[in-house]
């Protein structure tokens, strides 16, 4: 995939400002709803965003470090590698998602959660949208940042901000479908 980089940065802040927005709405319920569950193996809502939050607890310290050690300068196109397009690729919400195993520690299932991880999954939106910005300043394509699984791969900063934003939406997807 090749893009305008300025075109892929407004989207990916776009897409942050929308689960933002959807954030603020699921805090409006009651807890007793957003802990609600289709069945014992599923999860409820909060629990989709303590899985969301605990990739953020990762990714956003080492997006933040590779910014700061930023390599190159900043470049007018994006040219997506072909295992961040892959892994970015395979996280985007489609009309029935496809179930996904997850690694056991960023599992919450059966959790006790209460609107604290909402208010965790917004501060961590609005520093998603601050390092968006920061990236402004160095090249997305020559900065990369380990992955969850490996510290030994390493994906393009540009792949690292979709599969994290296309990741938050997609289980954002799953709890508002839970929460309805």
């Known amino acids: 995939m090749k893009i305008q980089t300025e075109v892929l940065l407004v989207d990916l802040m776009n897409r942050t400002k929308q689960l933002i927005e959807e954030a603020e709405i699921l805090k409006g319920k009651k807890e007793e709803q957003l802990n609600c569950k289709p069945h014992a193996e599923s999860w409820s ?3 989709c965003l303590e899985h ?5 607890r990762f990714y956003l310290p080492e997006i933040d470090k ?3 050690g930023g390599k190159g300068k900043h470049e007018p196109v994006f040219k997506s590698g072909w295992l961040g397009n892959y892994f970015a690729n395979s996280m985007l919400p489609k009309e029935k998602l ?3 195993k997850t690694f056991k520690n ?12 909402i208010d965790e999954f917004l501060d ?6 601050r390092l968006l910005e920061e990236s402004r ?3 997305l394509n020559k900065t990369r940042t380990a992955i969850s699984i490996s510290k030994l791969i390493k994906l393009k900063l540009g792949d690292t901000f979709r599969f994290v934003i296309y990741h938050n939406q997609r289980h954002m997807v799953q709890a508002r479908r ?3």
Not at 52 to 56: D, K, P
Not at 124 to 129: G, I, R, S
């Open 178 to 180: 839970i929460e309805n």
């Open 124 to 129: 961590q939106q609005k520093e998603l949208l």
């Open 45 to 47: 809502a909060l629990e």
């Open 98 to 100: 496809n179930k996904m």
């Open 137 to 139: 300043k160095i090249s």
């Open 66 to 68: 590779c910014i700061r």
């Open 52 to 56: 969301l939050n605990l990739y953020g």
């Open 106 to 117: 960023m599992n919450p299932l059966n959790s006790q959660l209460d609107k604290r991880v």
